[in-house]
Every structure is written in structure tokens, then in C-alpha cells.
């Protein structure tokens, strides 16, 4: 069974603060996604990589950054965490060279930005 | 460009009642298409997917989907809704755009069983 886990299901962090987010598969996945959660707006792309050191941007990448230095591994960091990205945070990975698969989940991050 | 529209929100059913879940996609290419299901507190696992061939799609738990070019629709249906049914469910199309392709997601249908 494909494994994405995630480094944390709850988090609580203080405006300003800087926040990272962890995430890691075990199948050799090619891409890796980070997705926001909000009601009613559905799964939000932040960013993706499709390869290690690689990163493209998603449709809402201001306020965060990633890094991907290992294939197994992709962090999402929040580099002076406000109010508005208190939300879910999942992760994901799929194969292949083309986004076109179905992709795995982690179990998700609950963040909150006080 | 394209896009997903699932239609409701929050979709209630009685238990053994027959299950519809609605999802139109707008794409100018082939798309590929998923449903995926997610469980409280859980991440999205999928349900179900069309790539090519046969339309009529069975997924896991009783689901399936029909593939609909005509009228560019990919509802999830299952004759008969169980209380474990209960969850958020989405639809997505990946699409060949620009020469990479792109992955969307639908707002979610949250469905609710009555006993």
C-alpha cells in the first residue's frame, strides 16, 4: 500500500511564526502536491514538484514556499504564518510523468494561526 | 480552461435509497476523470476513475460513474446508500493544457445518510 504521511495532524503556531510542514511517501512517487482544504472551496493547489529540486508554482503559492531535496520527501513552509492560512493542509503523490494519475493523500494537517 | 462543477454541496439520502452524486467537467481535450471520497479527519482516497474506454466505470464500495462526452458529465452513483457512505466526496478532471496537464478538483458534496 502506498504510505503519504504527514508530520503532524494538529499544529498551532503563533502569527509571524515560521512553519513547517512535512511530507513523506514510500511508493518512489515522480510528483508530489500540496493542497489547502476549505469549506466550500474544495482542494486548493499551492504548489507541486514533479521531481526532486523541482518546483512549479499551483494557483495560490503567495505566503508559502517549498523545498523537495529527496524523492520521498516535500515540505511546505510558511515563512511568517498569519490568520488566513489557518486551514487543512494535505498532501499528496502520484507517478508517472504526466499529471494524469491518481493521486495518494495524507491524512492532512489542521493548522492554526493564532 | 478547463473546470469541475459538482452540483449540491450537501446531498441527504435514506439509508438504502439510491445514491447521486453529480459532477460536470468542461475541458477542450479528453479528460481524465476521478472520484475521490473522504472520511472525516481522513485524507481523499479514490473511489472510482476514467481514462479511456469503457464509460460505465466501477469503483470501490458499491460506486460507479458513467462518463457522459455528450453532456459532460461524470455523476457517481450506488443503488443502495449505507450509513458508512456518509462522507465528503469530490470530483476531478486531469487535462492536457498548454503542453502539462492540469489536475482540478471539484467544491465537494458532503452526503449525509438518514437512517
Known amino acids: 500500500d502506498v504510505k503519504v504521511t504527514q508530520s503532524s495532524r494538529y499544529l498551532v503556531k503563533r502569527t509571524g511564526e515560521k512553519v513547517f510542514l512535512e511530507c513523506v511517501q514510500d511508493?518512489?512517487?515522480?510528483?508530489m502536491f500540496w493542497y489547502r482544504q476549505d469549506p466550500g472551496l474544495g482542494l486548493r493547489l499551492i504548489y507541486f514538484?514533479?521531481?526532486?529540486?523541482?518546483?512549479e508554482k499551483g494557483d495560490i503559492p503567495e505566503g508559502y514556499s517549498v523545498s523537495r531535496e529527496k524523492k520521498e520527501r516535500f515540505s511546505l513552509i510558511l515563512e511568517s504564518a498569519s490568520t488566513n492560512q489557518t486551514s487543512m493542509y494535505l498532501c499528496?503523490?502520484?507517478f508517472g510523468l504526466g499529471n494524469y494519475n491518481e493521486q495518494f493523500f495524507g491524512p492532512g494537517t489542521r493548522l492554526t494561526v493564532l | 480552461a478547463q473546470s469541475v462543477t459538482q452540483l449540491g454541496s450537501h446531498v441527504s439520502v435514506s439509508e438504502g435509497a439510491l445514491v447521486l452524486l453529480r459532477c460536470n467537467y468542461s475541458?477542450?481535450?479528453?479528460?481524465?476523470l476521478f472520484w475521490y471520497v473522504q472520511y472525516p479527519n481522513q485524507g481523499l482516497q479514490l473511489l472510482l476513475k476514467?481514462?479511456?474506454?469503457?464509460?460505465l466505470v466501477k469503483g470501490i464500495n458499491g460506486f460507479e460513474a458513467e462518463f457522459k462526452k455528450s453532456e459532460t458529465s461524470f455523476h457517481l452513483t450506488k443503488p443502495s446508500a449505507h450509513m458508512s457512505d456518509a462522507a465528503e466526496y469530490f470530483c476531478?478532471?486531469?487535462?492536457?493544457?498548454?503542453?502539462?496537464?492540469?489536475?482540478?478538483f471539484g467544491t465537494g458534496t458532503r452526503l449525509k445518510v438518514l437512517a
Open positions: 499528496a503523490s502520484s
Open positions: 511508493m518512489d512517487h515522480e510528483n
Open positions: 514538484s514533479y521531481d526532486v529540486k523541482m518546483k
Open positions: 475541458s477542450s481535450v479528453p479528460p481524465y
Open positions: 476514467y481514462t479511456t474506454g469503457a464509460t
Open positions: 476531478a478532471v486531469s487535462a492536457l493544457a498548454s503542453g502539462t496537464y492540469k489536475y482540478i
